[in-house]
Structure formats: C-alpha cells, structure tokens
C-alpha cells in the first residue's frame, strides 16, 4: 500500500473527461472481470512452448556501483534477446488482466505470484516463459546476483512477481511503498522489467523523484523496450508515473526482493 501522496497532486491528476472514464472503469471493476473471465474461456488453451532459455544479463552486474552509490540503476539490454523477443511476441490480451481497482494505480495488472502460494503463476501452460522467467529469478542463482548487486550482507530473495500493462490515461501517484517505514523489513528493492512502450515521456515508465509531485526527478527512464529500473524501497525517495498519453503504453513485469529472513517469516 503506498503512503505520503500529495493532496494537490491527487486533485491535480484525478480530475478531466479521461480520469473520468477511469474512475467508470474502476466502479464497474467487477463487471469487468467477470467479461474478462468469460473471454479467458473461449480462447485456445492449448500448451505453447517456450524455447528460448531466461536470461538476464551482465548489465545488471554492471550497474552495480550506481545502485550502492544511488539506491537506484537503470538498465539497458537486461534481457537475452531471444528471450526478451519470446515474452514480447507472447505478451497477453487485456482480458488476462485486470482492471484497475483505484485511482493511485490506474493499470492492468496479471499473472500474480507471491512466495506464499502455488510455485505456478495463472495460466503458465498457455505462457510459459512467463513461468520461465518467474523459475529463474526465485533461484539461489539470481537470489545471490541481486545480493552481490545490492551489496548487502545477508540474502535476499524474491516474494512477488507481477504483470502489467498500461492505457491512455493509467497512472502512479508519486507514493512511498508502505514497507518504506517497517521496521521488519531489514531490506527491499524492487526490479522493473520494461518489455514494450512508446518513446517517453507519456508511456507510463516509472519515474524516480525526490518529492511527491514530480518536481525534482531522479530518473526517468529514455526507453521502455528491454530495459529495467531497479531500486531501493527504503530509500527516501518517491516513485511514480503521470498519466499515459494518447497512442502510448507500457509493459512490464516487476518483481520485489527482501532480506530472506522476512519473508520466511511472513509465511509461518
């Protein structure tokens, strides 16, 4: 739950004829998902097979220094081309996803797995390198990747996985995460993949700032095709994105990573 918006920016940014068709789309979110269901059913649930081998590359690695020094690294090229082409050519109809439920985080969001539940993401057979791509990072591999990347000393690992997709008029309310404050949480960062979008600004890439309202931003990321943002959840800063453009979209898979300790425990 995020935490610290700005009172002027909500009103700012949740007022006009697109906003208003957003907050439709939110008070008939029930209605949607039931239309969504219903067309999930008559697709073709044959397997697909995915081919390509998950890989993240050394950019992650190379960015390393940024992030100890920043508490944030954009990457470029972070997916193995073949791979990033396979989860591009794959990437799911609107109706695998659903609408969005508030006004602070207007997108469609899927395939969600945290590390309490089933090791299986909703539909992996009909997209399996999704499921491929949430295999990998739950390994001890990437687990000690992000680690030597964060530059801590105790283990991090993996507890959420999601899908989604933005449209014209979809936002992020520059917020803290609410685990900004939990004295629980030794540590947290979060991993943005970018697998698709237009040209900034105005597709939905996520910005980092210094303040609440966009003012003083940190990075936003140039491109949004095979690139990544990473950064601290515990830093003092805010993240965020204003709403999208006509003729501009984003996807993206994200993914959180705590010290190991935490999230074991959430689980008992």
Same mark, same amino acid.
């Given at each position: ?7 002027? &920016? ?25 239309? $969504? ?36 690294? &954009? ?20 109706? &695998? ?47 000690? $990747? ?91 800063? &805010? ?30």
């Amino acid at each position: 739950m995020g935490v610290s918006f700005s009172g002027s &920016y909500y009103k700012k940014y949740s007022n006009g004829p697109i906003q208003f068709l957003i907050k439709l789309r939110i008070k008939l979110d029930e209605l949607t998902k039931k239309i $969504r269901l219903l067309r999930r059913k008559f697709q073709n649930k044959q397997p697909r097979i995915s081919n390509a081998t998950c890989q993240i590359t050394n950019s992650l690695e190379q960015a390393a220094n940024h992030y100890q020094k920043n508490g944030w690294a &954009y990457l470029e090229n972070v997916l193995s081309p073949d791979f990033h082409q396979e989860i591009l050519k794959n990437w799911p109809k609107s109706y &695998y996803l659903n609408p969005p439920r508030k006004m602070t985080k207007s997108y469609n969001t899927g395939f969600r797995w945290d590390y309490d539940i089933s090791p299986k993401i909703d539909y992996a057979d009909q997209f399996p390198a999704f499921q491929k791509f949430l295999d990998y990072l739950i390994t001890d591999e990437f687990a000690k $990747r992000i680690r030597n990347f964060a530059g801590v000393n105790f283990d991090l690992m993996c507890d959420s996985f999601l899908v989604s997709s933005t449209f014209v008029g979809s936002q992020v309310m520059p917020h803290k995460d609410g685990i900004y404050s939990d004295e629980k949480i030794k540590y947290c960062l979060n991993i943005l993949f970018f697998i698709n979008g237009r040209e900034m600004p105005g597709s939905g890439g996520l910005v980092l700032a210094k303040d609440n309202e966009l003012n003083e931003i940190m990075i936003e990321p140039p491109k949004l095709i095979n690139t990544g943002l990473i950064y601290d959840v515990k830093a003092d800063f &805010y993240h965020g994105f204003k709403p999208v453009k006509l003729d501009k979209f984003r996807w993206a898979i994200s993914s959180q990573f705590c010290d190991k300790d935490y999230v074991i425990r959430q689980t008992k």
